[in-house]
T-cell receptor, first 113, second 112 residues
Framework: DADVTQTPRNRITKTGKRIMLECSQT?????MYWYRQDPGLGLRLIYYSFDVKDINKGEISDGYSVSRQAQAKFSLSLESAIPNQTALYFCATSDRTVNYGYTFGSGTRLTVV | ELKVEQNPLFLSMQEGKNYTIYCNYS?????LYWYRQDPGKSLESLFVLLSNGAVKQEGRLMASLDTKARLSTLHITAAVHDLSATYFC????????????FGKGITLSVRP
């Protein structure tokens, strides 16, 4: 099993729908991150969490919300999906020292029509 | 605000030749990362550079870090088709607020 698992892998949804992307990890890391990738723009940080009670906005948090249900689970929600949220979404984890770098999930490709 | 710039954004390489790509960042950072991404796939960690003058090599790739110039280079020796991919650099800082900031990526294409 992968260390960082994202579900679903692919999703097509309609404009205005609420959708949740899920991330779970078996690394035992306390820090979790959600990034969005668009062609030519690299990866941009949406939200991050350093422990269950700590949630922080990243550079592009508008239109998104998150929930840290447990140390191992970090979900990203699009409250009302719009077409420009079509992107590849990555979850990542790290430990508090980041000695071993960051571990990325396989990604969720989201299409909003 | 921390900014990471990579150039060029696209590079067509000829097999067998050497190339260098660059990563600049705007403020003091503690660590610099290089990742590789194949189309539609996740990010594969290549190197983590921790200090000024750090140099790491893996196969045909060699990465170096100059923290005074806020510059990292990724040198490719004798390019081969398997190196075709998008390469990202990213930086972060140690401490309470560590998070990765990425460049836009450089897409490398190796032609015969």
């Amino acid at each position: 099993d992968a260390d960082v698992t994202q579900t679903p892998r692919n999703r097509i949804t309609k404009t205005g729908k609420r959708i949740m992307l899920e991330c779970s990890q078996t690394k035992g890391h306390d820090r979790m991150y959600w990034y969005r990738q668009d062609p030519g723009l690299g990866l941009r940080l949406i939200y991050y969490s350093f422990d269950v009670k700590d949630i922080n906005k990243g550079e592009i948090s508008d239109g998104y919300s998150v929930s840290r249900q447990a140390q191992a689970k970090f979900s990203l929600s699009l409250e009302s999906a719009i077409p420009n949220q079509t992107a590849l979404y990555f979850c990542a984890t790290s430990d508090r020292t980041v000695n071993y770098g960051y571990t990325f999930g396989s990604g969720t490709r989201l299409t909003v029509v | 605000e921390l900014k990471v710039e990579q150039n060029p954004l696209f590079l067509s390489m000829q097999e067998g030749k050497n190339y260098t790509i660059y990563c600049n960042y705007s403020t003091t950072s503690d660590r610099l990362y290089w990742y590789r991404q194949d189309p539609g796939k996740s990010l594969e960690s290549l190197f983590v550079l921790l200090s000024n003058g750090a140099v790491k090599q893996e196969g045909r790739l060699m990465a170096s870090l100059d923290t005074k110039a806020r510059l990292s280079t990724l040198h490719i020796t004798a390019a081969v088709h398997d190196l075709s991919a998008t390469y990202f650099c990213a930086v972060d800082r140690t401490g309470a607020n560590s998070k990765l900031t990425f460049g836009k990526g450089i897409t490398l294409s190796v032609r015969p």
